[in-house]
């Protein structure tokens, strides 16, 4: 029985001398595995005066070429606007050209269907620089944006900032009527 005993003992370690090696050499392998998206959004000051407004981005990869669509659906639109102010944060370093920055009524894709463009909207586009380096765009469609059920989107075509992080961009609009800009909501932009 002491014979067994010992045996026993001496198999057990033997295989856990070659059993806790394995497991510890294999774990890094396994650690890119878990690459889960949170279905969380963060943004900054949650009180009532900010207002998040829906986004859709093609690449949220650093240095990649992308696609951001940032929508203003009917909610998000009180009355008919002459002007729309997009303000972009100083930390989202990327360059900017007229060109390739459009605005159009948009179908907002989901489980069915992909976001695309539907119609252009014709419109002057300013990108304006401040002293402080802040940047913003101006975008003044040729007919006021009506207050009806239509999406419609600024898409900007631009390559992701070498930095990640969460970009927030700023929405004003200056409605019918009136000679001021007031905020519509915020959008937070995602870089991995």
Not at 3 to 18: A, E, H, S
Not at 63 to 76: C, K, Q, V
Not at 106 to 127: S, W, Y
Request: glycine residues 4%; contains cysteine.
């Amino acid at each position: 029985m002491l014979k067994i005993t010992k045996k026993l003992t001496l198999n057990l370690k033997i295989l856990r001398f070659f059993i806790i090696p394995t497991i510890l050499f294999s774990t890094p392998f396994f650690y890119n595995l878990q690459d889960a998206k949170a279905g969380l959004e963060f943004q900054w000051d949650q009180d009532s005066s900010f207002r998040r407004l829906k986004w859709f981005q093609k690449e949220n990869k650093r240095r990649f070429r992308n696609t951001i669509y940032f929508f203003l659906r009917p909610s998000d639109r009180r009355t008919d606007l002459l002007k729309i102010n997009l303000a972009i944060p100083k930390t989202f370093k990327s360059t900017l050209k007229n060109e390739k920055i459009s605005f159009c009524k948009v179908r907002i894709g989901g489980f069915e269907n992909r976001t695309k463009c539907l119609e252009d909207i014709q419109a002057d586009i300013e990108i304006k620089t401040d002293e402080s380096g802040l940047r913003s765009l101006d975008i003044y469609p040729y007919s006021p944006i009506p207050m009806n059920k239509e999406k419609y989107a600024i898409v900007l075509k631009v390559f992701n900032p070498k930095k990640s992080g969460l970009y927030q961009f700023h929405s004003y609009g200056q409605p019918k009527g009136e000679s001021f800009s007031s905020y519509l909501g915020s959008w937070t932009i995602l870089i991995d």
